[in-house]
Protein backbone atom coordinates (compact mmCIF):
# COMPACT_ATOMS: atom_id res chain seq x y z
CA UNK A 1 0.00 0.00 0.00
CA UNK A 2 3.04 2.47 0.97
CA UNK A 3 4.49 1.78 -2.22
CA UNK A 4 1.24 2.26 -4.12
CA UNK A 5 1.00 5.65 -2.18
CA UNK A 6 4.42 6.72 -3.11
CA UNK A 7 4.10 5.69 -7.08
CA UNK A 8 0.91 7.84 -7.40
CA UNK A 9 2.28 11.16 -5.87
CA UNK A 10 5.30 10.72 -8.08
CA UNK A 11 3.13 10.43 -10.95
CA UNK A 12 1.82 13.34 -9.43
CA UNK A 13 5.34 15.27 -9.45
CA UNK A 14 6.09 13.97 -13.28
CA UNK A 15 2.99 15.54 -14.56
CA UNK A 16 3.10 18.77 -12.54
CA UNK A 17 6.19 19.27 -13.43
CA UNK A 18 5.32 18.44 -17.52
CA UNK A 19 2.75 20.68 -17.29
CA UNK A 20 3.99 23.94 -15.52
CA UNK A 21 7.17 23.41 -18.17
CA UNK A 22 5.53 22.79 -20.88
CA UNK A 23 2.18 20.58 -21.61
CA UNK A 24 1.84 16.91 -21.57
CA UNK A 25 1.17 15.69 -18.00
CA UNK A 26 -2.34 14.80 -18.78
CA UNK A 27 -0.83 12.32 -21.47
CA UNK A 28 1.15 10.64 -19.06
CA UNK A 29 -1.39 10.70 -15.97
CA UNK A 30 -4.46 9.88 -17.94
CA UNK A 31 -3.47 6.45 -19.44
CA UNK A 32 -2.05 5.74 -16.08
CA UNK A 33 -4.84 6.31 -14.48
CA UNK A 34 -6.86 4.25 -16.73
CA UNK A 35 -4.43 1.18 -16.49
CA UNK A 36 -4.62 1.36 -12.32
CA UNK A 37 -8.55 0.58 -13.11
CA UNK A 38 -10.58 4.17 -14.03
CA UNK A 39 -12.75 4.64 -16.51
CA UNK A 40 -11.69 7.01 -19.35
CA UNK A 41 -14.34 9.00 -17.61
CA UNK A 42 -13.11 9.28 -14.16
CA UNK A 43 -9.89 9.24 -15.25
CA UNK A 44 -10.44 12.44 -17.45
CA UNK A 45 -12.09 13.75 -14.13
CA UNK A 46 -9.60 12.39 -11.49
CA UNK A 47 -7.01 14.37 -13.43
CA UNK A 48 -8.31 18.08 -13.14
CA UNK A 49 -7.52 17.81 -8.91
CA UNK A 50 -3.66 17.47 -9.76
CA UNK A 51 -3.91 19.87 -12.81
CA UNK A 52 -5.31 22.77 -10.60
CA UNK A 53 -2.50 21.96 -8.50
CA UNK A 54 0.48 21.99 -10.63
CA UNK A 55 -0.84 25.26 -12.03
CA UNK A 56 -1.59 26.76 -9.19
CA UNK A 57 1.80 26.50 -7.88
CA UNK A 58 3.34 27.26 -11.31
CA UNK A 59 0.90 30.71 -11.24
CA UNK A 60 2.76 31.20 -7.64
CA UNK A 61 6.00 30.68 -8.81
CA UNK A 62 5.14 33.28 -11.90
CA UNK A 63 3.69 35.71 -9.47
CA UNK A 64 6.59 36.21 -7.47
CA UNK A 65 8.86 36.92 -10.63
CA UNK A 66 6.39 39.72 -11.90
CA UNK A 67 5.28 37.72 -14.85
CA UNK A 68 2.07 38.89 -14.94
CA UNK A 69 0.20 41.98 -16.64
CA UNK A 70 -3.44 43.00 -15.80
CA UNK A 71 -3.48 43.92 -19.42
CA UNK A 72 -2.48 40.58 -20.86
CA UNK A 73 -4.83 38.70 -17.98
CA UNK A 74 -7.98 40.50 -19.34
CA UNK A 75 -7.64 40.07 -22.62
CA UNK A 76 -6.29 36.01 -22.32
CA UNK A 77 -8.71 34.90 -19.89
CA UNK A 78 -12.34 35.62 -20.70
CA UNK A 79 -12.43 33.62 -24.43
CA UNK A 80 -10.38 30.21 -23.24
CA UNK A 81 -12.40 30.53 -19.68
CA UNK A 82 -16.34 30.28 -21.96
CA UNK A 83 -14.39 28.20 -24.00
CA UNK A 84 -13.33 25.69 -20.96
CA UNK A 85 -16.85 26.50 -19.61
CA UNK A 86 -18.26 24.89 -22.43
CA UNK A 87 -16.09 21.80 -23.22
CA UNK A 88 -16.64 20.79 -19.41
CA UNK A 89 -20.14 21.05 -20.30
CA UNK A 90 -20.02 19.22 -23.61
CA UNK A 91 -17.61 16.34 -22.06
CA UNK A 92 -20.49 15.18 -19.86
CA UNK A 93 -22.32 14.43 -23.14
CA UNK A 94 -19.74 12.42 -24.63
CA UNK A 95 -19.29 8.52 -25.02
CA UNK A 96 -15.99 6.91 -23.95
CA UNK A 97 -15.20 6.07 -27.91
CA UNK A 98 -15.52 10.00 -28.46
CA UNK A 99 -13.28 10.90 -25.97
CA UNK A 100 -10.77 8.16 -27.39
CA UNK A 101 -11.34 9.84 -30.89
CA UNK A 102 -10.68 13.52 -30.02
CA UNK A 103 -7.44 12.42 -28.04
CA UNK A 104 -6.07 11.13 -31.17
CA UNK A 105 -7.35 13.88 -33.22
CA UNK A 106 -5.28 15.98 -31.04
CA UNK A 107 -2.08 14.00 -31.23
CA UNK A 108 -1.83 14.02 -34.71
CA UNK A 109 -2.29 17.82 -34.94
CA UNK A 110 -0.05 18.64 -32.34
CA UNK A 111 2.42 16.13 -33.47
CA UNK A 112 2.70 18.42 -37.07
CA UNK A 113 2.81 21.42 -35.73
CA UNK A 114 5.72 20.35 -33.36
CA UNK A 115 7.59 19.83 -36.88
CA UNK A 116 6.82 22.86 -38.70
CA UNK A 117 6.93 26.36 -37.37
CA UNK A 118 6.88 25.64 -33.23
CA UNK A 119 10.21 25.41 -32.78
CA UNK A 120 11.12 28.44 -34.35
CA UNK A 121 8.48 29.91 -32.34
CA UNK A 122 9.82 28.80 -29.38
CA UNK A 123 13.13 29.64 -30.07
CA UNK A 124 11.85 33.20 -31.27
CA UNK A 125 12.67 36.72 -29.41
CA UNK A 126 9.82 39.20 -30.68
CA UNK A 127 10.74 43.00 -31.05
CA UNK A 128 6.96 43.75 -31.69
CA UNK A 129 5.02 44.48 -28.54
CA UNK A 130 2.37 41.79 -27.63
CA UNK A 131 -0.91 41.95 -29.90
CA UNK A 132 -4.63 40.75 -29.60
CA UNK A 133 -6.62 40.50 -32.64
CA UNK A 134 -9.87 38.86 -32.88
CA UNK A 135 -8.39 36.07 -34.55
CA UNK A 136 -6.73 35.15 -31.31
CA UNK A 137 -9.70 35.26 -28.99
CA UNK A 138 -11.20 32.95 -31.60
CA UNK A 139 -8.53 31.06 -30.87
CA UNK A 140 -8.28 30.86 -27.68
CA UNK A 141 -12.28 30.11 -27.03
CA UNK A 142 -11.10 27.14 -29.24
CA UNK A 143 -8.49 26.20 -26.91
CA UNK A 144 -10.66 26.82 -23.81
CA UNK A 145 -13.35 24.03 -25.38
CA UNK A 146 -10.35 21.45 -25.49
CA UNK A 147 -9.19 22.40 -22.06
CA UNK A 148 -12.39 21.82 -20.68
CA UNK A 149 -13.21 18.95 -22.70
CA UNK A 150 -10.02 16.84 -22.27
CA UNK A 151 -6.74 18.52 -21.58
CA UNK A 152 -4.67 16.21 -22.63
CA UNK A 153 -1.90 18.70 -25.36
CA UNK A 154 -4.27 21.74 -24.82
CA UNK A 155 -1.40 23.33 -23.13
CA UNK A 156 0.40 23.10 -26.27
CA UNK A 157 -2.16 24.79 -28.15
CA UNK A 158 -2.54 27.54 -25.81
CA UNK A 159 1.12 28.42 -26.04
CA UNK A 160 1.37 28.14 -30.00
CA UNK A 161 -2.05 30.88 -30.23
CA UNK A 162 -0.30 32.95 -27.25
CA UNK A 163 3.58 32.38 -29.11
CA UNK A 164 2.66 32.85 -32.78
CA UNK A 165 -0.66 35.08 -32.53
CA UNK A 166 -0.09 36.91 -29.46
CA UNK A 167 3.56 37.16 -30.23
CA UNK A 168 4.12 36.48 -26.64
CA UNK A 169 7.39 34.91 -25.07
CA UNK A 170 7.96 31.59 -23.96
CA UNK A 171 8.15 32.45 -20.48
CA UNK A 172 5.44 35.16 -20.91
CA UNK A 173 3.15 32.42 -22.43
CA UNK A 174 3.93 29.66 -19.95
CA UNK A 175 2.94 32.39 -17.20
CA UNK A 176 -0.66 33.08 -18.54
CA UNK A 177 -1.01 29.32 -19.40
CA UNK A 178 -0.97 28.41 -15.97
CA UNK A 179 -3.55 31.14 -15.01
CA UNK A 180 -5.95 29.64 -17.67
CA UNK A 181 -5.32 26.07 -16.48
CA UNK A 182 -6.40 26.99 -12.97
CA UNK A 183 -9.30 28.29 -14.02
CA UNK A 184 -10.78 26.29 -16.04
CA UNK A 185 -9.64 23.24 -14.41
CA UNK A 186 -11.33 24.74 -11.21
CA UNK A 187 -14.63 24.98 -12.98
CA UNK A 188 -14.22 21.42 -14.77
CA UNK A 189 -13.34 19.55 -11.30
CA UNK A 190 -16.52 21.13 -9.90
CA UNK A 191 -19.02 20.07 -12.35
CA UNK A 192 -17.04 16.62 -12.66
CA UNK A 193 -17.00 15.88 -8.71
CA UNK A 194 -21.10 17.20 -9.16
CA UNK A 195 -21.58 14.35 -11.58
CA UNK A 196 -19.68 11.91 -9.09
CA UNK A 197 -16.79 11.39 -11.35
CA UNK A 198 -14.11 12.52 -8.91
CA UNK A 199 -11.39 9.84 -7.26
CA UNK A 200 -11.11 12.13 -4.20
CA UNK A 201 -8.21 9.71 -2.65
CA UNK A 202 -6.00 9.04 -6.47
CA UNK A 203 -6.48 12.76 -6.83
CA UNK A 204 -5.48 14.32 -4.07
CA UNK A 205 -2.69 12.01 -3.93
CA UNK A 206 -1.36 13.08 -7.12
CA UNK A 207 -2.17 16.47 -6.16
CA UNK A 208 0.26 16.89 -3.42
CA UNK A 209 2.71 15.61 -6.03
CA UNK A 210 1.75 18.19 -8.57
CA UNK A 211 2.40 21.14 -5.99
CA UNK A 212 5.94 20.24 -6.12
CA UNK A 213 6.02 19.59 -9.79
CA UNK A 214 4.11 22.83 -10.43
CA UNK A 215 6.69 24.70 -9.11
CA UNK A 216 9.59 23.07 -10.21
CA UNK A 217 8.54 23.45 -13.85
CA UNK A 218 7.34 27.09 -13.26
CA UNK A 219 10.82 27.63 -12.06
CA UNK A 220 13.00 25.93 -14.47
CA UNK A 221 10.89 26.88 -17.03
CA UNK A 222 11.87 30.82 -16.74
CA UNK A 223 16.05 29.69 -17.36
CA UNK A 224 18.09 31.27 -20.52
CA UNK A 225 18.18 27.38 -21.35
CA UNK A 226 14.71 26.67 -20.82
CA UNK A 227 13.30 27.47 -24.52
CA UNK A 228 15.30 24.80 -26.42
CA UNK A 229 14.53 21.72 -23.93
CA UNK A 230 10.85 22.84 -23.38
CA UNK A 231 10.65 22.15 -26.89
CA UNK A 232 12.70 18.91 -27.22
CA UNK A 233 10.31 17.91 -23.84
CA UNK A 234 6.99 18.30 -25.68
CA UNK A 235 8.54 16.25 -28.91
CA UNK A 236 9.13 13.23 -26.75
CA UNK A 237 6.03 13.57 -25.14
CA UNK A 238 3.93 13.82 -28.70
CA UNK A 239 5.95 10.94 -30.02
CA UNK A 240 5.43 9.02 -26.80
CA UNK A 241 1.53 9.57 -27.30
CA UNK A 242 2.05 8.43 -30.92
CA UNK A 243 3.54 5.23 -29.73
CA UNK A 244 0.78 4.73 -27.42
CA UNK A 245 -2.23 5.11 -29.97
CA UNK A 246 -0.26 2.60 -32.43
CA UNK A 247 0.14 -0.06 -29.78
CA UNK A 248 -3.53 0.67 -28.64
CA UNK A 249 -4.03 0.17 -32.20
CA UNK A 250 -2.58 -3.06 -32.87
CA UNK A 251 -3.85 -4.50 -29.81
CA UNK A 252 -7.48 -3.65 -30.79
CA UNK A 253 -7.26 -5.21 -34.31
CA UNK A 254 -4.29 -7.84 -33.77
CA UNK A 255 -6.14 -11.36 -35.25
CA UNK A 256 -7.22 -13.72 -32.51
Request: with cysteine; proline share 4%.
Amino acid sequence: MALEVIAVVLIGILAGFLNALASGGSAVAVPLLIAAGLTPEVANATNRLPVLFAFGSACLAFFKEGRFRLALVIRVLPPTVIGGIAGAFLADYLSRDHLTLFIDAALLIALLLLFTTTKQALLKVFDEPPRYRWQDAAMLFLVGVWLGLIVIDGAIYLLLVMILGMRLSMDQANAYKALVGVVVNLFALLLFAHDGNVDWTIGGLMALGSLVGGYLGARTSMRPWAKLWTYRVLVAIILMELAHVVIRYWQHHRPG
